[in-house]
């Protein structure tokens, strides 16, 4: 192993760690952004909260979902999510729906994979 070899390990060793840390900074814990009132009233507040964050990457955002209430991840809190997106920033709807739900079970991370796909905004009056 030559001296150089071991000068740019440290080096990269320290990159990797950073990326990981950036690639950590795009996952918003949901639990803090939501309260404990109705599921649809929830889901967009969520959406509301998320729209006012400028520093929030929409292409690779994940939501971590793991401490909410299971009985409030049901689908009128995604609809409600999604059609609040649709009504406050129509242009990233597109992006909302490929946001990253992080949940403590697989048939919740299932259904709202579901409910994403089978959205359909409503008009805006």
């Known amino acids: 192993m030559s001296a150089r070899h ?15 840390s950036a690639r950590n900074m795009n996952v918003i814990n949901g639990n803090r952004l ?20 400028e520093d929030v990457d929409w292409q690779s955002l994940t939501l971590d979902m793991t401490d909410v209430d299971a009985a409030m991840l049901i689908s009128s809190f995604v609809n409600s999510f999604l059609q ?36 359909q905004p409503e008009a805006v009056h």
């Open 84 to 119: 609040t997106i649709h009504e406050q920033a129509p242009l990233r709807l597109d992006q909302a729906r490929k946001v990253q739900w992080k949940t403590e079970f697989g048939f919740q991370q299932e259904s709202i994979e579901e409910w994403v796909n089978d959205f």
């Open 34 to 53: 939501i309260g404990m009132g109705y599921p649809v009233d929830e889901g967009a507040q969520l959406a509301t909260r998320l729209l006012q964050q």
């Open 6 to 20: 071991l000068i740019r390990r440290p080096w990269r060793m320290d990159f990797v760690m950073l990326l990981e």
